[in-house]
Nanobody, 127 residues
């Protein structure tokens, strides 16, 4: 069983930065395909960024160039560095994971590709 615990959310002004962390229990990040999703009030959950077990990353157009995803397999933590934050980045951010590559590849930014989810961490960006 895989457990995911997010941390690092908070409130910042537009233009500021935050780093989210997703600590993984039960499986090393070296064996997981993972991603960050977010849900803004009144909106559907959307994919933000993903990282494969092999370290390959992909980003939603809305965050490309501002957000950077990385992971430290030695301590099983995935990070999302968020720079140049905008008010529209305000949302609950969720960490997700799956160890089924076949179910994940080509669908990385969709919620159906993941089996495990964290509880979320709130990010609020004020103008």
């Amino acid at each position: 069983q895989v457990q995911l615990v997010e941390s690092g959310g908070g409130s910042v002004q537009a233009g500021g930065s935050l780093r989210l962390s997703c600590t993984t229990y039960g499986k090393s990040t070296s064996m997981l395909n993972m991603g960050w999703f977010r849900r803004a009030p009144g909106k559907e959950r959307e994919g933000v960024a993903t990282i494969g077990a092999n370290g390959r990353t992909s980003y939603a157009d809305s965050v490309s160039g501002r957000f950077t995803l990385s992971k430290d397999n030695a301590i099983s933590i995935m990070y999302l560095q968020m720079n140049s934050l905008k008010p529209e980045d305000t949302a609950m951010y969720y960490c997700a994971a799956t160890y089924t590559y076949r179910n994940w590849v080509g669908r990385e930014l969709t919620t159906d590709a993941y089996n495990y989810w964290g509880q979320g961490t709130q990010v609020t960006v004020s103008s």
